[in-house]
């Protein structure tokens, strides 16, 4: 196998009688999973249960860390005090570290989530609020972000082991970061362009944004949403390609 990825997907995104998604179908295709840590979806019915359909798919476990926003799911920008944060992202950890323990596995890396992710890209005060939590809790966690990101650039001064990451279901800007969910194309919907789209990025390095301008990737792992309508379609088209261009599927952690 010349290349290599790995595919996550955020699940254990589901709210007392509200489900989202299919997490145990996507299980079987992914190989690391983001799980919500209470702050923006999950309760810990849902995420115990999470951890566990993971550790017996053998799927590493992430904590995806965001906003205490679960009326806006964490997709709405909060300006919370770095201390705050770097609080709340450690309790998020610790929470869904203690549930993975119990299933009979530990949070692998971090991951953070929606608005946080898109904030830390460039808000340098949070991205080091996300980065002190997590060297603080663990420093031997990996973090898991967009390459070029002001986050990126911290963890790795700080000594963290950076994980660079592809969307394949969302429009990118001509800048390289991800097209706002309120702007028209910003989500990506056909399981066969997808593939195409994440065969691309794997094996040539590349990506069309939404303006045609041909962006240069360098993705260690590619995030198939888990709440899309088609995500299980999509990620088994994505891995089905994949397999077939000699691309080798395994977690990072």
């Not at 979806?41 to 965001?66: E, F, K, N, Y």
């Amino acid at each position: 196998m010349t290349f290599r990825v790995d595919l996550n997907s955020d699940l254990g995104e589901g709210f007392g009688a509200w489900t989202l998604g299919d997490d145990d179908a996507m299980l079987k295709v992914v190989t690391s999973a983001n799980i919500a840590c209470g702050f923006h979806a999950g309760d810990p019915t849902t995420l115990l249960a999470t951890c566990r359909s993971a550790v017996a798919g053998d799927v590493r476990i992430g904590a995806q860390v965001g906003y205490r926003d679960l009326a806006g799911f964490g997709r709405r920008f909060i300006d919370v005090s770095p201390a705050d944060l770097a609080a709340d992202v450690i309790y998020q950890i610790g929470a869904l570290d203690g549930l993975a323990r119990v299933a009979g596995s530990r949070v692998t890396y971090v991951k953070p989530h929606g608005a946080l992710y898109n904030a830390i890209v460039h808000h340098r005060e949070q991205a080091r609020a996300v980065v002190g939590a997590v060297r603080s809790y663990d420093a031997s966690l990996p973090v898991l972000g967009l390459p070029g990101s002001v986050f990126l650039a911290e963890a790795e001064a700080a000594g963290l082991r950076v994980v660079t990451e592809a969307f394949a279901d969302r429009a990118y800007t001509p800048e390289g970061t991800l097209v706002p969910r309120n702007q028209p194309g910003a989500v990506l919907h056909d399981p066969v362009a997808i593939a195409e789209r994440v065969r691309r990025i794997v094996v040539e390095g590349t990506v069309d944004a939404i303006d045609g301008t041909v962006l240069t990737v360098n993705a260690d792992s590619v995030c198939v949403h888990g709440d899309s309508p088609a995500a299980v379609d999509m990620a088994t088209e994505i891995r089905k390609l994949l397999t077939a261009s000699d691309v080798s599927i395994t977690p990072f952690t």
